[in-house]
């Protein structure tokens, strides 16, 4: 079984992403930013399934970091075989027209330039010519990318238009590698990220436009990633699932 990082992963889809992939028996680097107790608690409890975890703290997004991230995976855990990118941010609702460079750009470091660095990272340690034995890597962006949240983040939903370019480019670029890149987009998935964006009831809200008629779970969006990451997706790469109820 596998080594995987998950970025983000104290809470939400990265925390159930963890639970999922550590009853499949690999290994877990929880990374978290503030949230030392969740991560902790939650290295326990996936660490009662048998498999070996760690809680490590970094900011994403800042290189140095993920870097001292990284090693203290190669140190404590072994050779990585796997990252999920997850980590990200919402920043309350305005539109574009109130939107300042200190908020653009926060966002976009922390969105963006944060996946860039952790697949740099990840392709070192993974590509056969540095060595590696190949491994995947899945990006989270969001149906935001497709929809462009018009009146409440478009900043956010751009971000992950870049993630899937991203996810584009890199899977070309690294798939003789023996390493595959491929993105899920979820759509209005119950976690606390909507309280941060300023409207914790926000799928309530928009639920009625969704043709399945209610929001995900993050147990949902944490399965396919899992199947992404599994050998069981062997031949899929570049590829886009969408985790949205039809949206
Ligand atoms: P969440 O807010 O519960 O999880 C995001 C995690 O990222 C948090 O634990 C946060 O502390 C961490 N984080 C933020 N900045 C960080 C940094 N600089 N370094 C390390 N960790 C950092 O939200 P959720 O919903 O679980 O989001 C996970 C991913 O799913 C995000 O990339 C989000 O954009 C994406 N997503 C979520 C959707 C939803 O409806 N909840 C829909 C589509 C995508």
């Known amino acids: 079984m596998g080594n995987i990082l998950i970025t983000g992963s104290s809470r939400g889809i990265g925390a159930a992403t963890a639970r999922v992939l550590a009853a499949k028996g690999h290994n877990l680097c929880i990374n978290y930013n503030q949230s030392q107790p969740a991560a902790d608690q939650l290295v326990k409890q996936v660490q009662q399934l048998g498999i070996k975890a760690i809680a490590v703290q970094a900011d994403v997004s800042q290189e140095q970091q993920v870097m001292a991230l990284f090693n203290a995976m190669d140190e404590q855990l072994g050779p990585l075989t796997g990252l999920v990118n997850n980590a990200g941010i919402l920043l309350p609702q305005m539109p574009v027209e109130q939107m300042d460079a200190a ?14 660095l952790c697949c740099k990272e990840a392709i070192k340690r993974m590509a056969i010519k540095h060595g590696g034995r190949g491994g995947a890597i899945v ?10 949240a018009a009146g409440e983040y478009v900043d956010y939903a751009a971000s992950k238009g870049a993630i899937d370019t991203l996810t584009r480019g890199l899977s070309v670029e690294v798939a003789s590698q023996g390493i595959r890149v491929n993105c899920v987009r979820p759509g209005f998935i119950d976690t606390k990220m909507h309280t941060d964006g300023g409207e914790p009831d926000r799928i309530e809200r928009v639920k009625s436009a969704i043709p399945m008629g209610r929001g995900g779970t993050p147990e949902e ?3 396919a990633i ?4 599994s050998d069981e997706a062997s031949y899929v790469t570049g590829s886009f699932t969408e985790i949205a109820g039809g949206r």
């Open 139 to 148: 990006n989270v962006s969001s149906a935001a990318a497709r929809l462009g």
């Open 221 to 223: 969006v944490a399965n």
């Open 226 to 229: 899992a199947w992404l990451l």
């Open 103 to 116: 908020r653009i750009n926060r966002l976009l470091t922390t969105n963006v330039t944060s996946y860039f």
